[in-house]
């Protein structure tokens, strides 16, 4: 995925663009006539914006820009919990605005969530939503379209971390021939005896030689094809302003 400039889509400018759209969730929040289009965006989208944001904040936080020190493996793994929790519910806010649209406006005859054949069809970007919903609001199907390329490479990281490799948030990263000597050397001394590395803790010895790299903030997919390391700021904030976008013209529309 090739990621635009996004100098504009600092972390202020982010938390103003969710607070404008939590806000104007606060009027649509009844004004539904189907009781599951109110579930879904009560219940679904308006809470999972809150996880997504949380997630955002904490990525933020600790995997940004000018950090110097390494995750500690804890750090690590928690930011790796943000990471694919935020992916899962960037798809699930999806799927809730899909079927709010569904539900209200009944826009596929006969498609419900609880079984049913043609389930799969109830989705933003699927070709028979958008042309069932492009007769009804054309400027939000319009809206949608633009963004359906970026919706087939949100799968790209989706679908990692719900049906294959999660994706990862390495601790450091090693970027000089030095360093990997320097990191061998050490790690070597795991597999001496006991008394050979002075009885010292393998786990002292994996954090010393852990702080011979660097702190770099990125993710890292595993393909079939190999190993993909992406900059999780960019990534994200990229991602985020068009989920953003989107929410916010289906939210508009109802």
């Known amino acids: 995925?090739?990621?635009?400039?996004?100098?504009?889509?600092?972390?202020?400018?982010l938390l103003w663009r969710e607070s404008e759209l939590r806000s104007s969730t606060l009027d649509k929040r009844d004004a539904f006539t189907s009781a599951n289009a109110r579930r879904h965006f009560n219940e679904g989208f308006v809470r999972r914006h809150y996880m997504l944001q949380s997630s955002?904040?904490?990525?933020?936080?600790?995997?940004?820009?000018?950090?110097?020190?390494?995750?500690s493996p804890y750090e690590a793994t928690d930011c790796a919990i943000h990471l694919n929790a935020y992916y899962l519910n960037l798809r699930g806010t999806l799927d809730n605005l899909a079927w709010v649209l569904q539900y209200e406006w009944q826009l596929l005859a006969g498609v419900m969530e609880e079984g049913g054949r043609g389930r799969q069809?109830?989705?933003l970007f699927g070709p028979r939503f958008l042309a069932a919903l492009k007769s009804q609001q054309p400027k939000l199907a319009s809206v949608l379209e633009q963004h359906g390329h970026w919706a087939s490479e949100l799968a790209e990281l989706r679908d990692p971390a719900a049906h294959r490799v999660p994706i990862y948030v390495p601790p450091s990263v090693i970027t000089s021939q030095e360093q990997v000597d320097k990191f061998?050397?050490?790690?070597?001394?795991?597999?001496?005896?006991?008394?050979?590395?002075?009885?010292?803790?393998?786990?002292?010895?994996?954090?010393?030689?852990?702080?011979?790299?660097?702190?770099?903030p990125v993710m890292i997919i595993s393909t079939p094809q190999g190993l993909e390391m992406r900059?999780?700021?960019?990534?994200?904030?990229?991602?985020?302003?068009?989920?953003?976008?989107?929410?916010?013209?289906?939210?508009?529309?109802?």
């Not at 995925?1 to 400018?13: N, V, W, Y």
């Not at 900059?231 to 109802?254: C, N």
């Open 231 to 254: 900059l999780i700021s960019e990534q994200v904030r990229y991602d985020h302003d068009k989920y953003l976008t989107i929410a916010r013209a289906i939210v508009d529309a109802l």
């Open 121 to 123: 069809a109830c989705s």
């Open 56 to 71: 955002r904040l904490f990525l933020s936080q600790h995997c940004r820009q000018g950090r110097k020190e390494p995750l």
């Open 184 to 216: 061998r050397r050490i790690e070597a001394q795991a597999d001496a005896a006991p008394s050979e590395r002075g009885d010292r803790p393998i786990s002292e010895i994996y954090r010393e030689a852990q702080a011979v790299a660097d702190f770099a």
């Open 1 to 13: 995925m090739t990621i635009a400039g996004d100098s504009f889509l600092t972390d202020e400018t």
